[in-house]
T-cell receptor, first 112, second 119 residues
Framework: SQELEQSPQSLIVQEGKNLTINCTSS?????LYWYKQKYGEGLIFLMM?????EEKSHEKITAKLDEKKQQSSLHITASQPSHAGIYLC????????????FGTGTRLQVTL | GAVVSQHPSWVICKSGTSVKIECRSL??????MFWYRQFPKQSLMLMAT?????????EQGVEKDKFLINHASLTLSTLTVTSAHPEDSSFYIC???????????????FGDGTRLSIL
């Protein structure tokens, strides 16, 4: 079974709308990383969460990690076309970011 | 900072040939680099962990003799796909982390990937 599940698998939102992407682990995590990938390109680091209940924001993107450190959400406020891409969560199970297991990914499209 | 460069970005070659992909950390020394493979519309699958000056650690199911990894310096790791066949066609991405002393609270930094097509 997949250790790291993301939902939804794909999402189409109208520009200006808010959206949330979820990442759920079957095991407690040391850390949770959010990346964005454009098709056929590398991954861009967004945010890293390590403490239960932690929340971080950058521009219009907010990421949270629950108290049990098994679930994270990524929220985008007032989406823009530049937010389109594939969002991937990566789980650190060893505490040193030495080996990441990635989620299934969420493909986001933002329409005008 | 923490820029990772991957080369080439795209390669097409005939079946049976070997292809080398380079991963360089441009502004930091990376004692550990990772090689991932990504199939269309799927997530990243870790292939191996490359440690400078030692043998790579391969994930279960990854053929060591097919995917040769060399990490000869602190800024360069190479992945060679030997005797490539159409089923090896994929998107390969590398990442690097800062040296272990600095690795805590640091993310992996990714290259832009290499699209490999075997005819």
């Amino acid at each position: 079974s997949q250790e790291l599940e993301q939902s939804p698998q794909s999402l189409i939102v109208q520009e200006g709308k808010n959206l949330t992407i979820n990442c759920t682990s079957s095991k407690t995590l040391y850390g949770l990383y959010w990346y964005k990938q454009k098709y056929g390109e590398g991954l861009i680091f967004l945010m890293m969460l390590q403490k239960g209940g932690e929340e971080k924001s950058h521009e219009k993107i907010t990421a949270k990690l629950d108290e049990k450190k098994q679930q994270s959400s990524l929220h985008i406020t007032a989406s823009q076309p530049s937010h389109a891409g594939i969002y991937l969560c990566g789980a650190d199970r060893a505490g040193t970011a030495s080996k990441l297991t990635f989620g299934t990914g969420t493909r986001l499209q933002v329409t005008l | 900072g923490a820029v990772v460069s991957q080369h080439p970005s795209w390669v097409i070659c005939k079946s049976g040939t070997s292809v080398k992909i380079e991963c360089r950390s441009l502004d930091f020394q990376a004692t550990t680099m990772f090689w991932y493979r990504q199939f269309p519309k799927q997530s990243l699958m870790l292939m191996a962990t490359s440690n400078e000056g030692s043998k790579a650690t391969y994930e279960q199911g990854v053929e060591k003799d097919k995917f040769l990894i060399n990490h000869a310096s602190l800024t360069l790791s190479t992945l060679t796909v030997t005797s490539a066949h159409p089923e090896d066609s994929s998107f390969y991405i590398c990442s690097a982390t800062l040296p272990r002393a600095d690795a805590s609270n640091q993310p992996q930094h990714f290259g832009d990937g290499t699209r490999l097509s075997i005819l």
